[in-house]
């Protein structure tokens, strides 16, 4: 029984009076309408108040006609009638929107920016040039660029930085940063000597402890003592009589330090191709924004039509809309398109020599480091085949040939 | 005809258990202390007011009397009568 008036709160229902002559009978004419009725009262011989459904009104009112019965709604309860009435409640419903849309602003606004694992300074220039960016406390998500882009415009445009995480936890940013230089306390080395790494003709020496081995002009090879860690002078090679009583080893022990420059030589083999074609970025752009919805849904609002670029790389990120902790099935999504050209070069044989020769001295610089100097350079060979120059170089270079070898300790 | 068919469901109740409301159409009254009065299988209303209920039935009037009557529920042939009752009348027309 009870089935019928529980769910009756959500579709609402009303109070009504009936007057007129014996008003219970026009009851029995509406339940014959299958109209429900109930918490019937009779309020005096002329009236009763009565209960029925919202959606039975029309009934009854189709019912009334022609019956000479009088209608007064009375009441009005359940939610769509408290749902209307708050419609009606201006202010209320301005002040709920305001409050909705407040949040919403707030969630999707940066609120701190941590910065953890570096300098004061370099958490400075990271704020500053995050400030740039656009992302600072205050500051509009939506328009901001993916963490990832940040991490990358970040490394790129701080060279102190080795690595850099930047994290999105909700309204902050939680940055953390690996510094490039590690200032490390430097270990006091033991007693070394220094030797040669590769085979090469000392040109130059600097040493600033130990005994040097060798002179300029030397011809060194690979694992030859350049600096000895063993000040003092050589006990006497003992014979076999003297086996018994050795005398000590009393040369004092140092870790052997310095410089020792060698010319070293290399072979390098290079080709390069008398056409080529590789694709290149135009520097022309498109970008376009998109309302998201869901995962695969969007409408776009900025930016129309074809690019009308014949080829392009295409690069989209999608921002979510935040609301309190939850992300919203609806975001912005930016599409930037970037035109893309092939471009083909050709050569005559000159110029591919010299491209080979530019080609293989980078290669080189990069194999032997910064503080190497090469000397000179000459082509070896050269041949072009399948229309490619291939070229076999040597180069004459001075470099630091030292490396540090511990003095053995059972010895 | 219709006497020989309450013969039948007369017959029908006795022998084979049957209830008597379903056989013979007649009103079935539940009543829970003097508060509350379920009728199933009424005529129809004839008379409501704060202390009286008359309903019509197949073999003649049901007449209740009390005190703040309410009629909790109202469907074609059921009512749910809530209130004070004092007295349950059958009327043979």
């Known amino acids: ?411 | 005809m219709k006497k020989w068919q309450q013969r039948i469901g007369n017959w029908f109740t006795e022998h084979l258990d049957m209830p008597a409301d379903v056989v013979l159409e007649l009103p079935r009254i539940t009543t829970i202390g003097h508060f509350h009065a379920y009728i199933e299988n009424h005529r129809g209303l004839i008379l409501f007011s704060d202390n009286e209920l008359r309903l019509r039935l197949n073999t003649g009037f049901l007449l209740i009397t009390g005190e703040s009557f309410v009629l909790k529920v109202m469907l074609p042939e059921e009512i749910l009568l809530e209130g004070k009752m004092k007295e349950f009348k059958f009327i043979e027309s």
């Open chain 1, 1 to 411: 029984m009870k089935k019928h008036t529980q769910d009756i709160y959500f579709t609402g229902y009303v109070t009504v009076l009936i007057k007129g002559d014996r008003p219970e009978l026009f009851f029995n004419q509406l339940v014959q309408e299958k109209v429900l009725v109930w918490d019937i009262v009779k309020k005096d011989n002329q009236t009763c108040e009565a209960k029925i459904r919202k959606q039975d009104i029309s009934k009854l009112r189709m019912k009334r006609r022609g019956t000479g019965y009088k209608v007064q709604f009375r009441a009005k309860h359940g939610f769509p009638f408290l749902f209307t009435s708050i419609l009606h409640k201006k202010p209320l419903l301005l002040g709920i929107f305001i409050s909705i849309l407040s949040i919403f602003l707030l969630s999707n606004t940066v609120w701190k920016i941590d910065i953890k694992g570096v300098s004061p300074e370099l958490e400075h220039q990271i704020e500053t040039q995050l400030d740039e960016y656009g992302v600072r406390l205050g500051a509009f998500k939506l328009t901001l660029g993916a963490p990832v882009d940040i991490q990358q415009r970040l490394l790129q445009d701080i060279p102190e930085l080795l690595w850099i995480g930047v994290q999105e936890k909700g309204t902050t940013y939680a940055l953390e940063g690996v510094p490039k230089t590690i200032v490390k306390e430097k270990e006091e080395p033991g007693p070394r000597h220094l030797v040669a790494k590769k085979k090469g003709v000392i040109v130059d020496m600097f040493v600033s402890e130990g005994v040097p081995q060798v002179g300029i002009h030397d011809y060194v090879e690979p694992g030859d003592v350049l600096v000895s860690g063993l000040i003092g002078k050589e006990p006497p090679v003992a014979t076999e009589k003297e086996e018994a009583e050795k005398p000590e080893d009393t040369r004092k022990q140092v870790a052997a330090t310095g410089n020792v420059i060698a010319r070293t030589w290399y072979n390098v083999s290079v080709s390069v191709p008398l056409k080529e074609t590789y694709t290149v970025l135009s520097g022309n752009q498109e970008t376009k924004y998109a309302a998201q919805f869901g995962e695969n849904f969007r409408v776009p609002f900025w930016g129309f039509g074809d690019s009308g670029y014949k080829d392009a790389q295409e690069q989209t990120s999608t921002r979510y809309l935040r609301f309190l902790r939850w992300k919203l099935p609806l975001g912005v999504t930016k599409t930037s398109e970037y035109e893309r050209v092939s471009k083909q070069v050709k050569r005559t044989k000159e110029e591919a020599r010299a491209q080979a020769v530019k080609l293989a001295k980078q290669d080189l610089q990069l194999q032997i480091g910064k503080e190497s100097d090469i000397i000179s350079q000459k082509i070896l060979h050269e041949t072009v085949e399948n229309g490619k120059v291939k070229l076999i170089l040597y180069f004459q270079v001075n470099e630091d040939i030292a490396t540090s070898q511990p003095l053995s300790q059972g010895d």
